[in-house]
């Protein structure tokens, strides 16, 4: 095979070496649009021989020689082609007007390895604007991706810089073994989510999500959870065009647990001992004292969140690109940068310049050589700078943490003395204290990312028939520096009853500033050789194909034993034949045929074929007469298999479970009179042989519509049936003597559902109106789990969706003494206005055994986004909703539950309301206030054992509708900017996070946190200002 | 010049592609990296590899010494002493001080606190088995070394059955093959097999490695390695336990624990040969050790013995010559280092827990933990210095129930050494026992004289153990230590010092002697002779042996177990009669080898233990202060928690199969009552 492919090779050079001449004539002119405007930049060429083109110069003036009697091209991006057939007579001068196109770009959509005619695509491919990413404040494109694209679902957990992205998932998880992250593929290289969330938006020439079998099953083994691709920007020819971005914005938190202050929070104490026969904690003197504040050091009364965050904070983002270019030669080069600052509220950290935040400088250059006429080099380079910055104590969760354990009278911020407070160690310490006095941490990494492309045209040979060879290389390097320190921590026990003095007690030891520093880099080898041919015969049956051959090779240097040190590797052909039918018929095969080095010698590599169909009965003459409305009419059915090789357990890679390993430092033994040790070697994993690749049986059906060239619909319906999903084998009998992890292919699920898009365009006079629609909607069920049969059906995992949400069944609270009497055993010594559960089994017990499936997965299963925009002369107006369901958590923990770490753990607002909470007649003197549909049950001073575990009765549905962006801009009027010498100026300003309407109302429901201990989604106002020279 | 450049192209597209495809064929071969791992392949291959493998195969074996689920020194652990009549326990905690949920009957197949060493045991045999199978791959020794490889690995797999067995009766016998994890899970539902059939097995292993195995090691570096006689050890224990009435006939109560073809899993009908056959596997080892019993020439103040003239010849003939307290202790206390100067060894755990958690038994003056005690029933078992029965004293003997001796007295030995000293003000009850008493037993006003506690650390109680309320090594002081739950104090008033060696102290500076755990010992076999030849009806000859219940041999044999200790000999009138002679072995064998984790299992073979521990648990009364001594010294129900008490129902036979395990492997019967 290697002979043969050289000889091939030598063979194509010989012939596309033999090139002619022949006897040429003059033509020249000029070049105009519509409105007579010259045109810069226009390419003209022969249709015969297009690498022999030109150009039109500043003035819209061309010149080529070309034979007599042939046909010249006129073309340019945003323009109708047009073609002239030239004359026989030398110098002769053709000036030619080309019709503005609307159509054009959007005719061909980015595919797997390759563009396609829009036509003629089969697959379920969704496709987002790029402009649309840019609307929004300055963080992450992750975080405009859910609800604008349909089949990706997306959800963002915190709104703390360098943590503020989205996790996404193509189509749901369809998967509980491996991975189930979508590959993402910038400019076709394998870049992960990461290289997404850093990427600058107005770099982003095309973004596509592939979820179907055909589109993606040409990358095989890593193309079951969906693929996204995005292709950067490339300098187009014309003159120099640069543009900058600029966009400042004001953030603020929307939305923070609301705690009880001091006052209410003592009073609430004494009812939550009360209402148990214990004795009040605090007594009316004190009561007196708080309310006052009179004792501020042993009775102090602190919001933490006033004392750690600020109002507001600010961020910053840029990018300023320039492209441009020859016939020859074409660049693109951006500069990029972005800052967010993190609202913290931090003092005397100014001298690290160390506030939290993070800041990302990035540069990108894509250059395109045609180095001959049929030759295309192209080099595509970026480098991104990312540097963060934490206090000292790594982690920020801590400090949310003790903000929602702290209460406002368990320390002051700092005692009267001037020590520093703590209650306890970690998140039972000061926030201040954590976030001002426990020194700094910085995070600093760089990426080099690189791709050099050699693009062959081979027509000379074959017409139609195109080689291109890829090379990339990425490097990644991060270190980290930590300084650390803490102060002495002390909490107050009393006063000296004489002196008065305040009485403490060390909490905390003091350390000195310790450093720390760890780093680690992460490189990525890529090479990929490509053919493909594309022929038309008699203008009706059109064939494509392509064959690709890649390989990959990953490293990372902070795995430290030599099984997980390997280099992961991956190599593979595909391949994908396309032919049509007088643009009616479409039918296309794909192929990945890949290995891994993760499998076992001869189960190395997995061939994952689909086909798919495609019908356009709009293209039908008879559709086109009689219904002239309907401009598209395309029916799409796929089916292909596509695997999935990412197996992780505990976030970690998996690698070689079929290698059995060996202990070198097992236990061993002694022997001899004067004991002496002798050191033993064991198995230590042991290797599951037959492993073979994770797959799924990908269906799709979708439909795409268009009217009356306004109204555009695509609907998608989808069926996944993943087989020999990876997990580790719970049912293998002890008798067996295994008790390291074996891995098995032995899990099945089923996912299915359907995802579409709706948009109407329309123009009315001056207005330009567009409304656009998505969905997603995913359903889920695992077929085969490897689980231990449990004794009762509803505890098994398998017939569920993956996620259920399990817990007990609240029955409500119990009324009364005798209601408790004749109810089925719960936790501990139970009381009227306690949780009342089901006792699903009937053993007269509340166990374990009565937890069933109760709600979703925390993954909604649903969302949807819808938009709308106007534009009226230069002012336009963009808006923008995001919705979300299908989706459930649990309330709990230090924080929610009222009083369960008694003298820590914040009490919500919302318990101070007695409609909210249920309080004996006893107690309050009011029969009214046990109210049987109380949001808490009876209180309790320390954690309840019944009350306090997960059940339907702190079941929160995390669905919410959002009013994600709305965009207001206006572009200057060109004559205004003119003389300015620029082309293009828009301001607008942005509003982001506007408003959210849930069930959840405590705090972001996006989140589902269960104690609200999260830095919280940011709410920002941006200003936006576009300029173009 | 546009065909150069193209040329150039193509030539470079075509050199780069070419070695691309040269290189992609072995693109994804890992081997370059792995044949450089350390895998099971490097182990077989190489000797020292091997051995090491082996060391750790070792780790399966269980180790006496320990009483808790955690164990240090990687040994595995059973709570077979503190779970037993031989003793009381004091905790009863959700962890590895669970003792008490298994003496209250409360043990769920949910939870073993530690102690659930089911997959631990058959890991040990798939070790094993992968061990045997690959063993011959290591060509860098002689096959004569291989098969002595061989041979310990059997021994250790048999073992491994073995310990599953006494834990949860009859098991499932896996295959010797690596199993593909692959197979159906149906088939890899192994059940039970019967009593017999894992007896018969594990028998058979340990016949294979007695021919594979040295008879001897022969460098001191190796005592502790599997010798034949170690093997033979097992089998004795075995053979005697599978003759023993719960596994041969006396087991209606199991009736319904029968395999799905209606198979006991327990041999209903009595067999007389298997008693035969655990009499001629004793009997094999008594002949090639016939005298083979540990003792220490006689001291300067080794006391004199009240036993008849008869016995008065040098050991092994009779008590003379030898000193009988430190004959019995030295093995256990760490006195006697060397293990292999001690013929009676059979099989040794060179470091066994044992020397760390004897903390768990020394008094709170030493700072020990405390932790386990003898029960009044159990110390009242001893006999006295002239072999009679407490409540058959002899004038000379005399048994006092009331008074305090009046003068220290020491033997065998200095009294702040190596001696014994009864100390002045001890209630007279504890006089004129027999040696092994005083080796055993730590009553109330006991001298410890840990030699090792710094001068300055010596408390108000001196060096003597006293369990009153309010002494040093008593409960008011055990409230006060940090990190328990007050539980380590001497609850019935009685602590075990058998593991003590005079210098031990756990005080600060303190010094513990190393002691090794003995795993088999000859006078078990001695007591396994008699008891299996006791049952005998006629000769009866296995496997070449004859054996019979021959008279004389009995009495030779129980005998040297006596005479060691300094206590007179059995009569023949006493042989004569076989029930006397069953009640004579199983007293003898529970003072012999007491808190040697034999007890539990003679219990229930015999079918005692629903006598024994079905028995309320007596003890002194310890809540009684130093001014209330005659309180202190009354027999009550032990009350200082709440379960102090035993009970044992037929279920308590055996352990239940681990809940994880029965839920994998429906084939499993789970022992009736769980």
Redesign the interface.
């Known amino acids: 095979m290697k002979k043969s492919t050289i000889i091939t090779l030598v063979i194509f050079m010989l012939i596309c070496a033999s090139t002619f001449a022949q006897t040429k004539i003059k033509v020249s002119g000029v070049v105009t649009d519509p409105n007579n405007e010259l045109l810069p930049g226009v390419s003209i060429y022969p249709r015969t021989n297009p690498i022999q083109g030109v150009i039109t110069n500043t003035e819209g003036k061309y010149e080529i020689s070309a034979q007599p009697g042939s046909v010249l091209v006129f073309s340019f991006i945003g323009f109708q082609s047009k073609e002239v057939t030239i004359g026989s007579s030398n110098n002769q001068i053709i000036n030619v007007s080309l019709e503005e196109s609307t159509q054009e770009l959007e005719e061909v959509a980015v595919v797997g390895y390759g563009v396609q005619r829009k036509v003629s695509v089969t697959g379920a491919i969704s496709t987002i604007k790029p402009a649309e990413l840019q609307i929004g404040g300055v963080s992450s494109v992750s975080n405009t991706l859910a609800g604008r694209i349909a089949g990706l679902i997306g959800i963002q957990s915190s709104g703390e810089p360098g943590s503020d992205v989205s996790e996404f998932w193509i189509r749901g998880i369809s998967t509980f073994g491996g991975g189930s992250s979508a590959l993402v593929l910038i400019d076709g290289i394998d870049r992960g989510t990461s290289g997404l969330n850093d990427l600058a938006p107005e770099d982003i020439e095309s973004f596509s999500v592939l979820k179907d079998a055909t589109a993606t099953a040409i990358y095989g083994a890593r193309g079951a959870n969906g693929v996204i691709l995005i292709n950067t920007k490339r300098g187009e020819e014309g003159k120099i065009k640069i543009n900058a971005d600029f966009k400042s914005g004001i953030e603020s938190l929307p939305r923070l647990p609301n705690y009880l202050r001091a006052y209410d929070y003592s009073v609430l104490a004494n009812e939550a001992r009360e209402v148990r026969g214990n004795l009040p904690l605090y007594s009316p003197e004190i009561f007196d004292i708080l309310k006052y504040n009179m004792d501020p050091d042993l009775y102090p009364d602190v919001s933490w969140q006033d004392e750690i965050l600020r109002k507001r904070t600010y961020s910053m983002q840029g990018n300023v690109n320039i492209s441009g270019g020859s016939k020859l030669a074409r660049y693109y080069m951006s500069g990029f940068y972005r800052t967010n600052d993190a609202i913290y509220k931090q003092t005397g950290m100014e001298k690290y310049h160390s506030n939290v935040r993070r800041n990302q400088y990035s540069f990108r250059s894509n250059i395109d050589v045609e180095v001959t006429p049929t030759t295309k080099v192209s080099l595509l380079l970026s480098a991104k700078l990312v540097d963060q910055n934490r206090p000292g104590i790594g982690e920020t969760q801590t400090i949310w943490n003790a903000v929602a354990n702290l209460t406002p009278l368990t320390v002051p911020v700092k005692y009267s003395n001037g020590l520093f407070p703590s209650y306890g160690s970690g998140n039972q310490t000061s926030p201040t204290v954590l976030l001002n006095e426990t020194g700094y941490l910085t995070d600093r990494s760089n990426t080099i990312e690189s791709l050099l492309t050699v693009q062959q045209d081979l027509s000379s040979l074959l017409k139609g028939l195109k080689f291109s060879g890829s090379v990339s290389f990425d490097n990644f390097n991060s270190h980290t520096q930590r300084r650390f320190k803490l102060p002495d921590l002390y909490m107050a026990v009393g006063r000296n009853w004489q002196t008065g003095e305040l009485l403490t007690t060390k909490t905390v030891v003091a350390s000195p500033m310790a450093y720390t520093s760890s780093s680690y880099g992460k490189r990525t080898i890529y090479i990929e050789t490509r053919m493909s041919y594309d022929k038309t015969i008699n203008e009706k049956h059109v064939i494509g194909a392509m064959l690709l051959y890649q390989q990959k090779d990953f490293q990372r240097t902070d795995v430290y034993d030599e099984i997980q040190a390997i280099p992961k590797r991956n190599q593979g052909i595909a391949g994908r034949a396309t032919y049509s039918y007088d643009d009616i018929y479409f039918i296309e095969g794909n192929f990945g045929y890949n290995g891994s080095e993760n499998f076992p010698k001869g189960q190395r590599f997995g061939l994952f074929p689909s086909v798919a169909l495609g019908y356009v009965v709009s293209n039908y003459p008879w559709v086109k007469t009689h219904l002239p409305f309907v401009n598209m009419l395309k029916l799409r059915y796929s089916v292909g298999l596509v695997g999935n090789d990412q197996i992780t357990k505990d976030g970690k890679d998996v690698r070689f479970p079929y290698l059995t390993t060996v202990n070198t430092s097992a236990p061993g033994y002694y022997y001899g009179d004067v004991p002496g040790y002798y050191s033993g070697v064991t198995d230590q994993v042991l290797g599951s042989t037959g492993l073979v690749w994770e797959s799924a049986l990908k269906n799709n059906w979708g439909i795409d519509l268009m009217l009356w060239n306004s109204v555009n619909i695509t609907i998608d319906a989808f069926m996944d049936k993943r087989d020999n999903i990876f997990m580790q084998r719970n049912t293998l009998p002890g008798t067996l003597g295994v008790r390291s992890i074996i891995w098995g292919n032995v899990g099945r699920m089923r996912s299915w559902g359907s995802d579409g898009t709706a948009s109407f365009t329309k123009k009315f006079g001056d207005f330009n109106v567009e409304l656009r629609g998505n969905f997603t909607f995913t359903r889920d069920k695992i077929l085969d789990y490897d689980e231990v049969i449990p004794r009762y059906p509803y505890l098994a995992q398998k017939g569920t969706s993956y996620g259920t949400t399990r817990g007990l069944i609240a029955l409500g609270l119990f009324k009364d003494e005798d209601d408790v009497k004749n109810s089925p055993a719960q936790f501990g010594k139970v009381l009227p206005g306690d949780i009342k559960y089901q006792d699903i089994n009937g053993d007269g017990k509340i166990n374990s055994y009565d937890i069933a499936p109760i709600g979703n997965a925390r993954i909604p299963k649903m969302q949807y986004g819808f938009a709308g925009s106007l534009a009226w002369k230069g002012i336009d107006c963009n808006i923008f909703f995001r919705g979300s369901g299908k989706s459930d958590f649990f309330l709990g923990g230090a924080g929610f539950y009222p009083f369960s770490g008694e003298k820590l753990g914040n009490v919500l607002s919302i318990v101070n309301d007695q409609k909210n909470r249920w309080t004996p007649a006893s107690y309050s003197g009011d029969p009214a206030t046990e109210n049987p549909n109380a949001r808490f049950p009876r209180l309790t001073y320390g954690d309840n054992e019944n009350n306090n575990r997960p059940s339907t009765f702190w079941l929160a549905d995390a669905s919410f509708l959002r009013l994600k962006t709305v965009e207001i801009g206006y572009t200057l009027p060109a004559k205004w900017i003119d003389r300015i010498a620029v082309d293009n100026l828009r301001i607008s300003a942005i509003g982001d996070n506007l408003h959210v309407w849930d069930n959840v109302k405590l705090w972001d429901p996006e989140q589902a946190s269960s104690n609200g201990a999260v830095y919280p989604l940011n709410r920002s106002y941006t200003l936006v200002l576009q300029i173009s020279f | 010049m546009?065909?150069k450049?193209?040329?150039t192209?193509?030539?470079t597209?075509?050199l780069?592609?070419?070695m691309?495809?040269?290189s992609?064929c072995n693109?994804?071969?890992?081997d370059p990296?792995?044949t450089d791992?350390?895998?099971?392949d490097?182990?077989f291959a190489k000797q020292e590899?091997v051995?090491?493998?082996l060391?750790?195969l070792?780790?399966y074996l269980v180790d006496n010494g320990s009483f808790r689920g955690n164990p240090v020194?990687?040994n595995i652990t059973m709570p077979w002493t503190t779970i037993s009549d031989e003793s009381v326990a004091g905790y009863k905690r959700m962890n590895y001080h669970s003792y008490a949920i298994w003496s209250n009957n409360e043990l769920t197949p949910e939870n073993f606190y530690g102690f659930d060493r089911?997959?631990?045991f058959?890991?040990?045999?798939?070790?094993a088995n992968?061990f045997i199978i690959r063993v011959n791959e290591c060509q860098e020794v002689t096959p004569i070394r291989r098969q002595e490889w061989l041979g310990e690995a059997m021994f250790i797999k048999a073992m491994c059955y073995f310990e599953l067995m006494l834990a949860w009766g009859p098991v499932?016998i896996?295959p010797d093959e690596p199993?593909?994890?692959?197979t159906p899970?149906e088939q890899?539902?192994?059940e039970r097999g019967t009593w017999d059939e894992c007896s018969d097995y594990v028998e058979g292993l340990l016949r294979q490695a007695i021919d594979l195995l040295p008879e001897k090691r022969m460098d001191?570096?190796?005592?502790?390695?599997i010798t034949k006689n170690a093997a033979r050890a097992v089998i004795s224990r075995l053979t005697l336990y599978t003759a023993s009435p719960l596994y041969n006939g006396s087991n209606s109560e199991f009736a319904s624990f029968a395999n799905e073809e209606g198979v006991p899993y327990l041999n209903p009908v009595f067999n007389m040969e298997k008693w035969a056959k655990a009499a001629a596997a004793a009997k094999e080892l008594v002949e090639l050790k016939p005298n083979d019993l540990y003792t220490v020439p006689a001291l300067a103040n080794t006391p004199a013995v009240p036993v008849p003239e008869e016995e008065q010849a040098g050991f092994p003939d009779g008590v003379g010559g030898i000193d009988h307290y430190h004959s019995y202790l030295d093995m256990f206390n760490g006195e006697c280092?060397?293990?292999?100067?001690n013929p009676e060894i059979l099989f040794v755990?060179?470091?066994s827990d044992i020397t760390t958690y004897t903390r768990y038994l020394d008094p709170g003056m030493t700072d020990g933990w405390s932790g386990f005690y003898f029960s009044q029933r159990i110390v009242d078992q001893y006999y006295m210095a002239d072999g009679r029965n407490i409540d058959s004293p002899s004038e000379s003997y005399p048994y006092e129930r009331t008074g305090y001796t009046v003068r220290d007295s020491t033997f065998s030995g200095d009294r702040m050494t190596n001696g014994f000293t009864l100390l002045a003000g001890t209630r007279k009850w504890y006089a004129n026992r027999e040696i092994r008493f005083y080796a055993t037993v730590a009553f109330n006003n006991s001298f410890y004289p840990s030699t090792s506690t710094p001068p300055d650390k010596v408390g108000a109680d001196g060096k003597i153990a006293r369990y009153f309320s309010n002494s040093i090594s008593g409960k008011e002081a055990a409230a006060q230590r940090p990190s328990a739950q007050g539980e380590e104090y001497a609850m019935t008033g009685y602590l075990c010092r058998k593991f003590n060696h005079y210098e031990d102290s756990w005080l600060s500076n303190g010094r513990r002697k190393?002691k090794?755990g003995i795993l088999y010992r000859m006078a078990e076999v001695y007591l396994n002779y008699v008891e299996a030849m006791n049952e005998l009806d006629k000769s009866y000859t296995i496997n070449g042996i004859t054996v019979s219940r021959d008279q004389i041999e009995m009495k030779r044999c129980f005998n040297l177990i006596r005479h060691r200790v300094g206590l007179p000999g059995i009569t023949d009138a006493d042989v004569a009669s076989q029930t006397g002679m069953r009640a004579l072995i199983e007293r003898e064998r529970l003072l012999e080898m007491m808190w040697e984790g034999r007890r539990y299992f003679d219990t229930r073979r015999t079918k005692k233990a629903m006598i024994y521990e079905n028995e309320p648990v007596m003890g002194l009364d310890v809540s009684a202060r130093t001014s209330e001594p005659e309180k202190f010294y009354t027999v009550i129900k032990a009350k200082e928690r709440n379960y102090l008490y035993k009970v044992f129902t037929t279920r308590q036979t055996f352990w239940p199969i681990?809940k994880?395990?029965i839920?994998?492997?429906h084939k499993l019967d789970q022992i009736p009552g769980y």
């Not at chain 2, 791992?37 to 099971?40: A, C, G, K, Q």
């Open positions: 546009l065909k450049k193209i040329i192209f193509f030539a597209v075509a780069i592609g070419s691309m495809f040269q992609s693109f994804l071969d890992i990296y792995v791992l350390f895998t099971l490097t182990v590899y051995q090491e493998y060391n750790n070792y780790t020194n990687n089911w997959d631990t058959y890991e040990g045999i798939r070790r992968t499932p896996v199993v593909d994890f692959d899970i890899l539902m192994i001191n570096s190796e005592t502790g390695k280092v060397q293990a292999s100067t755990k060179e470091f190393l090794y681990p994880h395990e839920d994998k492997n």
